[in-house]
């Protein structure tokens, strides 16, 4: 399973755009890249997941190098209610060589200020 | 609705006393997950299984056991060899293929005193 690396903190002022790096150097051919948020005392919530194409939905976008070694989490307008803690994780499927675990490393946490 | 329930939300043990926490999810996935959070870190696997009657220790097993009778529920037993139990426990559910993303409960809080 591909190990991730993030900053552990970041700032964002509030209306702006909030860009979320993360390596995932050793990823493999079948591993999707997912990002994960928790709001403190919350479960994590899922955001977005993508393999090689970048990604966009309601609230967030995925940008994938082409290498696939990294990738950019953005929140196009951030708001106060997006202060969390962001995870990156990269994991396969089920029968393609991976174990099945979900490991979260230590996470981002964004502080988005008024 | 479909989606994953943990309950209770704060559970309160004298030490010594083994406890169970559940985890129940009608979403239809194969996979479930047992994490374990302190303050200010990030989530650490425990346990995870695959499909019924099966599971696999995840990274902090020691002092845990889990059960997978039906496949929509997981149970924990956080046992009396658990040093530290004292913390947040956030169970998940998703497909085999961990595709669209994993669904997690909100938690339950174990203090024990």
């Known amino acids: 399973d591909a190990k991730t690396t993030q900053p552990p903190s970041m700032d964002c002022a509030e209306g702006r755009a909030a860009n979320l790096p993360c390596n995932h150097s050793t990823i493999s051919g079948n591993e999707y890249v997912y990002w994960y948020r928790q709001i403190h005392s919350q479960g994590p919530q899922y955001i977005i997941h993508?393999?090689?194409n970048n990604e966009t939905n309601e609230m967030a976008s995925l940008i994938i190098t082409e290498d696939r070694k990294s990738s950019t989490l953005i929140l196009p307008h951030a708001t106060l209610r997006d202060t969390a803690v962001y995870y990156c994780i990269v994991r396969g499927g089920h029968g393609s060589g991976n174990t099945g675990k979900l490991i979260f490393g230590q996470g981002t946490t964004l502080q988005v200020k008024p | 609705d479909g989606g994953i329930t943990q309950s209770p939300k704060y559970l309160f043990r004298k030490e010594g006393q083994n406890v169970t926490l559940s985890c129940e999810q009608n979403?239809?996935?194969?996979?479930m997950y047992w994490y374990r959070q302190d303050p200010g870190q990030g989530l650490r696997l425990i346990y995870y299984?695959?499909?019924?009657?099966?599971?696999q220790k995840g990274d902090i097993a020691e002092g845990y056991s889990v059960s997978r009778e039906k496949k929509e529920s997981f149970p924990l037993t956080v046992t009396s060899a658990q040093k530290n139990p004292t913390a947040f426990y956030l169970c998940?559910?998703?497909?085999?293929?961990?595709?669209?993303?994993?669904?997690f409960g909100q938690g339950t809080r174990l203090t024990v005193v």
């Open positions: 998940a559910s998703s497909s085999l293929q961990g595709l669209p993303g994993a669904f």
């Open positions: 299984s695959q499909i019924v009657n099966d599971f």
């Open positions: 993508g393999l090689k």
């Open positions: 979403l239809n996935h194969d996979a």
